[in-house]
C-alpha cells in the first residue's frame, strides 16, 4: 500500500485505532499522515485547505470529533455541534477540491430516532425524533452523512468522487477517555469501580435505573470495519446501500442491560462491594441497538467479545493512570 493516508483525529480512540489497523495491513508508517489539534485546527477551513493541497493524500479517514457521553453532551451543546459541524464540512469539502476520491466518515449510532424500532437499521435515519440529550451532536453526524451523500451525488459521476460513511454502535476500548463525568458509560465505569476497589468503598452508584440496554464494540474492530469499507469495490458496496442512504451500520450484533455491563466491568475489574443506581438521573434511550447485516452481507464481522475488550480497556485505563 503507497498510498498516502490521512487520518483526521489519530490521537482519539478510534482514530488511533485506525492507525493501528492500517499499520497492522501492510500500511508504511511513512504513508500516514496525521496532525495533531496543535498542528491543525480542523475548525479553521483555511488551514484545513491548505493543509490537504500540500499533502495530497489518497483517502481520507474522518475519524475527528467532539465526543462525550451523556453529562458532557447535556453541558456543552453548542461545543457538540458547533465543532463537529465545521470539522466535517472543512475536511470534506477540502478533500474534494484536493483530488481525495475516497473518504470515509465515521458517525454514530445517535443519528437514529430515540424510539426507533430495535435493532435499528439504516433506513431508520430521519423517521422520528431524536434523544433530547444528545441532539446537538446527532444533527452534526446526520450532516456529515449527507454530506457525503451530496458529494456523491454532484461529484461521483465527473470528480470520481466515492465519500462513504460508517455508523458504529458505542464504543470502547484503547485510548479511552475515563473521565469522571464527560466520558462514555464503559469508561467511566471503569473509572469508578477501580477508584472504589483502591479506596474500599462499599458501595459504587450507577446513574439511571440500570435497565436500558446498549451495544458494545471493541474500538479494534471498529477500526477493522473502517478500513473494510473504505476499501470496498464501488459496484459491492453500492449493492448494499442508495443515494441517499449511503451509510452503513456496524455493530456487535447482541445488546447488554447497563446492570449487566456494570457487573462485568466490577468482576474485571475486582471490585468485591454492592452495586446500586441512582434512577433521578438520566437514562437516556431505552435501547440501542444496530442492525448490522449490511455489512454482515459484505463479509465483515466482529470478534472481540465483550469479557475480552474490558479486560483490554481496564489495562488501558491502568497503563493511562500509571499503574
Not at 163 to 176: A, K
Not at 219 to 230: L, R, T, Y
Not at 255 to 260: F, G, M, Q, S
Not at 300 to 317: H, I, M, P, R, S
Request: hydrophobic letters at 40%.
Amino acid at each position: 500500500m503507497h498510498q498516502k493516508i490521512y487520518v483526521a483525529g489519530h490521537r482519539g480512540m478510534v482514530g488511533s485505532a485506525i492507525v493501528r489497523q492500517l499499520l497492522a495491513g501492510g500500511c508504511a508508517p511513512e504513508n500516514i499522515i496525521t496532525r495533531t489539534h496543535a498542528e491543525l485546527d480542523l475548525t479553521n477551513q483555511a488551514a484545513v485547505q491548505a493543509f490537504l493541497a500540500s499533502e495530497q493524500p489518497s483517502q481520507v479517514y474522518l475519524a475527528a470529533a467532539k465526543v462525550g457521553g451523556i453529562h458532557a453532551n447535556n453541558t456543552y451543546p453548542a461545543d457538540f455541534i458547533y465543532q463537529n459541524l465545521m470539522m466535517q464540512a472543512n475536511v470534506i469539502d477540502a478533500a474534494f477540491k484536493n483530488g481525495v476520491k475516497k473518504l470515509l466518515f465515521l458517525g454514530s449510532s445517535c443519528i437514529y430516532p430515540r424510539n426507533a424500532p430495535q435493532p435499528m437499521r439504516e433506513d431508520a435515519l430521519l423517521t422520528g425524533l431524536l434523544e433530547p440529550t444528545n441532539e446537538p451532536y446527532a444533527i452534526a453526524k446526520i450532516a456529515g452523512i449527507k454530506l457525503c451523500e451530496s458529494y456523491n451525488r454532484q461529484y461521483g459521476a465527473s470528480h470520481g468522487v466515492d465519500y462513504r460513511s460508517v455508523m458504529p454502535t458505542n464504543l470502547y476500548g484503547p485510548g479511552d477517555n475515563y473521565h469522571p463525568t464527560n466520558s462514555h458509560v464503559i469508561p467511566a465505569l471503569i473509572r469508578r469501580f477501580h477508584e472504589a476497589k483502591v479506596s474500599g468503598a462499599p458501595s459504587v452508584a450507577i446513574w439511571g435505573s440500570g435497565t436500558p440496554k446498549r451495544e458494545f464494540l471493541y474500538v479494534d474492530d471498529m477500526a477493522a470495519a473502517s478500513v473494510f469499507v473504505m476499501n470496498l469495490d464501488k459496484t459491492t458496496y453500492d449493492q448494499q446501500t442508495s443515494p441517499m442512504q449511503s451509510h452503513i451500520n456496524v455493530g456487535y450484533g447482541s445488546d447488554v442491560t447497563i446492570a449487566e455491563v456494570a457487573q462485568a466491568i466490577s468482576q474485571v475489574v475486582g471490585y468485591a462491594g454492592h452495586i446500586t443506581y441512582d434512577p433521578t438521573q438520566p437514562d437516556g434511550a431505552p435501547r440501542k441497538w444496530m442492525e448490522s447485516s449490511r455489512i454482515n452481507a459484505l463479509g465483515w464481522q466482529a470478534k472481540v467479545k465483550l469479557t475480552e475488550g474490558l479486560a483490554a480497556a481496564y489495562q488501558d485505563f491502568k497503563h493511562q493512570i500509571g499503574l
